[in-house]
C-alpha cells in the first residue's frame, strides 16, 4: 500500500507540473497554497490538470474493484466490468442523447454539464440490470449465463451505437468517437462531484463484505452449509459493482481492460484474500488509468491519444496472456 501510494504520488507530481505548459516545483506550490497566484498557472492546474488528474484515480479505482467483484462472484479470472454491458448501454445511451439532442443543449451550467453524463448513467444501469434480470433463473444467478448475456447486450447495444453514429454530423462522430474509446480530457469538478458520492457509499460496502467473496470461491455446497444467503449476497456485491461502472463510465467513457487487470496484478502482490485484494485492488487500477493519461497526453504531444487506447495497448497482450495461463493450466 505504502509503496503504491509513493507511485501514484510521484505520477501524480508529474502529470501536475508536465505537459505543454510546463511548471516548476515553486510555481505549483505556491499556486496551490494560494501565495502570490498567477492566473495562468491556477487556471492550469484547477481547471485543467487536478480535475483530470482526480477523475482518472477515481475511475481507476472504481472499475478496478468492480472488476475483482465481478471476478469474485463469477469465480471467472477473465471477467471484466465491460462484459456485463455497462459500457456498451451508456454508450448507447450517449449516442442517443447526441443524436436526438445534438446543439439543442447550450451553456456552462450544472445542467448542460451534466446532462451527457447523467445520459450514460442511465444508460449504463438499465442496461446491467436488465442483464442481471435476464440472468437470474430458478431463482438463483447464474454466473456464466450472466457473463454471455453481458456479451450478447454489448454486441447488439454497440450495433445500436455504430448505425444512431453513422447519421450524425462530423462534429457530434467525433465526440462519440473519443469518448467510447475511453477518455477523460473533458474532465471538471462537477465531474468528480457526481462520481465520489457512488464510491463513497459502495466500495465501503465492498470491502465489508470481502470476506463474502473470499467464501463465494468454494462450491455452492460449502458456502450454503457455513450460513451464507449465496444468492442474496452475490446480488448485492454485483449491485454494487454495477454501480461503481455505471459512475465511472458516465464521466469517463469506455475504459475497459482495468477491471480485467488490476485483481490479478493484486492477487500476484498480496494474495488471495480479498480484505488486502481489494483497496490493493484499487490503488492499481487508479495508477493504470493516471498513468496512461500521462502517456497519452506527453507520448503523442502536441495531438492526444485517449486514455483508453493506452490502457488496451497494455490490456490486450495482458489478456492473451491470461489466456494462453489458463488455457496452460486446463
Known sequence: MAVGVGIILVTFYMSLTNGAFDMAVKDVFTTLLGINPQQDFVFVIFELRLPRIVIAILVGMGLAIAGAVLQGV???????PGILGI????????????????????????????AMPLFGLAGGLAAALLIYAISWKDGRLEPQRLLLTGIAAAAGLGAVSLYLTLKMNAKDF?????????????ANWKYIGAVVPWL????????????????????????????????????????CSIGLVSACVSVS???GFIGLMAPHIARRLVGGAHRRILPVCGLVGALLVLASDFIGRMVFAPAELPVGIV???????????LLYRNKKRA
Not at 463469477?74 to 471484466?80: K, S, V
Not at 470491502?207 to 449476497?233: H, T
Not at 490502457?311 to 496472456?321: D, L, Q
Open 74 to 80: 463469477t469465480r471467472n479470472g477473465l471477467a471484466d
Open 87 to 114: 459500457n456498451a448501454g451508456a454508450g448507447a445511451a450517449i449516442v442517443i442523447f447526441l443524436y436526438f439532442y445534438q446543439g439543442q443543449i447550450k451553456g456552462t451550467g450544472l445542467a448542460a454539464i451534466m
Open 174 to 186: 467525433e465526440m462519440v468517437a473519443v469518448w467510447t474509446s475511453g477518455s477523460i480530457y473533458n
Open 200 to 239: 463513497v457509499l459502495l466500495i465501503p460496502v465492498i470491502i465489508r463484505k470481502s470476506y463474502i467473496l473470499d467464501l463465494l470461491q468454494l462450491d455452492e455446497n460449502s458456502v450454503r452449509s457455513v450460513g451464507v444467503a449465496s444468492e442474496k449476497e452475490k446480488a448485492l456485491l454485483l449491485l
Open 253 to 255: 467513457g469506455g475504459i
Open 311 to 321: 490502457i488496451a495497448i497494455i490490456g490486450v497482450p495482458f489478456f492473451i496472456f
